[in-house]
């Protein structure tokens, strides 16, 4: 008798614990600790190209809590090589996501490292992972909108440099999905200029002795400092560069650039998203002209370029802000495509995901 009360009970907690751990599975799309690192495993997942990534894991962070409604959320897709974690300090209450109104949702994009990339994927390593594109990054972020967060809609979507490319994506490939677009520093469209800098940086990393088509295990520490030195050359303008390195500090900073040298699994990384930018091109990929592709647009959108930007050129979103009628905030700074670390945009970000129609055209300089 003792021993069936014992089994009874067993067994009721098991299915105490089964349940608990159901629910909690259930609740963590609305309330997780905010900032934790977290995965979505998506499956085998269909590329548009036709190929697959293979259980593809998304990696994300949330902050803040997600209302009855589910209509306060706001994602932010990372930069090229950022990492979730990286964005998290733009959430807080007060802050860019004022986390007591908005729900964050902060997205490691396709091959950074931290979601399946060529550098961790078990089934496609390195070279063997498929090519993709900005369009691949914005179609699993909205499988896990739609699909691990259950959301019918987005608040708002907001990205900086090729998180900016991802907004302008989201914005005319899913344009009822969210009410507000903020691309930062990004473009709807690669131009030549852009192209040399990603094949540039690319060609550096192949012509790594220690590159071996990818498959090479030692630190790629030739083909990484060119590599470095040509982002550094392109992230900000020649007046910022003279202004903060004299002649004689040049050595010291050239240092600064010899970062821990990876092996090529990394470059592989570095390689698929740069090919992903270098294919951008939201009129080729609707079969249309500029114009056409921004009747496609129902969001309101805010565009933030920097004029001096010598990585993503402003142009293009230039055209697309003005055939929209969308505000531009420009950035009037030597920092160039780092003129985002140099001027304070929280507090406008901050105003238009709280009214849209309160932000006009403006320029913002160093100090502001």
């Known amino acids: 008798m003792i021993k069936a009360i014992l089994l009874l009970c067993l067994l009721v907690c098991v299915q105490v614990m089964t349940s608990h751990a159901a629910q ?12 934790r690192q977290q995965f979505a495993d998506l499956g085998d997942f269909k590329l548009r190209s036709g190929a697959v990534i293979r259980d593809l894991r998304l990696g994300y962070r949330t902050a803040g809590k997600l209302n009855a409604e589910k209509s306060n959320a706001v994602l932010w897709p990372t930069w090229l090589g950022g990492k979730s974690e990286e964005l998290v300090r ?11 109104r908005y729900f964050a949702i902060f997205v490691d ?10 550098s961790n994927s078990k089934q496609q390593p390195r070279l063997n992972f498929p090519r993709i594109t900005i369009r691949d990054m914005v179609d699993s972020e909205y499988t896990l909108a739609t699909e691990v967060f259950h959301l ?17 994506e989201w914005a005319v490939a899913y344009p009822d999905f969210m009410d507000e677009v ?41 083909g ?27 050595d010291a900073f050239r240092e600064t650039l010899k970062k821990e040298a990876s092996d090529a699994s990394y470059a592989c990384d570095a390689i698929r998203q740069r090919e992903a930018i270098f294919a951008l091109d939201l009129p ?37 802000a003005k055939l929209l009628g969308a505000p531009v905030v420009t950035l009037d700074s030597s920092c160039g495509h780092q003129s985002t670390a140099c001027i304070s945009l929280g507090p406008i970000v901050a105003r238009f995901l709280a009214s849209s129609g309160s932000v006009s055209s403006q320029t913002l300089r160093d100090g502001n």
């Open 182 to 222: 903020v691309p930062i520093a990004g473009s709807p469209q690669s131009t030549s200029y852009d192209k040399l800098l990603w094949t540039a940086q690319i060609d550096a990393l192949r012509l790594d002795p220690e590159w071996h088509d990818g498959n090479g295990d030692k630190p790629m520490t030739t």
């Open 24 to 35: 909690a599975a259930t609740s963590a799309d609305q309330e997780s600790p905010d900032g």
């Open 284 to 320: 080729g990929e609707f079969s249309s002209s500029m114009e056409e592709v921004v009747k496609r647009v129902h969001a309101k959108m805010l565009i933030f370029v920097s004029p001096e930007d010598h990585t993503v050129n402003p142009a293009p979103a230039l055209e697309f």
């Open 109 to 118: 994009a396709i091959s950074d490292g931290i979601s399946t990339s060529p």
């Open 90 to 100: 733009y959430a807080g209450p007060d802050n860019v996501i004022d986390t007591n």
């Open 152 to 168: 019918s809609h987005l608040h708002a979507v907001i990205g900086i440099s090729m998180g900016g490319m991802q907004a302008f």
């Open 224 to 250: 990484l400092l060119l590599y470095n030195e040509i982002g550094s050359m392109s992230l900000t303008t020649p007046a910022y560069r003279v202004e903060h390195t004299s002649p004689q500090d040049f």
